[in-house]
Nanobody, 124 residues
């Protein structure tokens, strides 16, 4: 099992940027596929981005493609999400998630390790 703790959320204006971090502990971080999901009030959890174990392949949800960038540091056991050109519709709780696998996936049910989430609020 791996424990995940997100940080970096906050309140920003539309067009601004934020960088989220997800610190991992408890198991070999490099053995895990890591992803970001988000959930807005009254909506289902939405896939944001995922990255393979070595960090050279990334996948994004359509709503964030071209604006967000996922990366990982397997030495610092940390996952990042750089969010640029933020929009009010990006407002949500952002979660990082991990699965011990070689295959990235956008399906939240296939991730069995989750952080507690960090709130991102974008004002117009």
């Amino acid at each position: 099992q791996v424990q995940l703790v997100e940080s970096g959320g906050g309140l920003v204006q539309a067009g601004e940027s934020l960088r989220l971090s997800c610190a991992a502990s408890g198991s070999a971080f490099s053995n895990y596929i890591i992803a970001w999901f988000r959930q807005a009030p009254g909506k289902e959890r939405e896939f944001v981005a995922t990255i393979n174990r070595v960090g050279d392949r990334t996948y994004y949800g359509d709503s964030v493609k071209g604006r967000f960038a996922i990366s990982r540091d397997n030495v610092r056991n940390t996952l990042y999400l750089q969010m640029n050109s933020l929009k009010p519709e990006d407002t949500a709780v952002y979660f990082c998630a991990a699965r011990r696998s070689v295959t990235p996936t956008i399906t939240p049910e296939l991730y069995d390790n989750w952080g507690q989430g960090t709130q991102v609020t974008v004002s117009s």
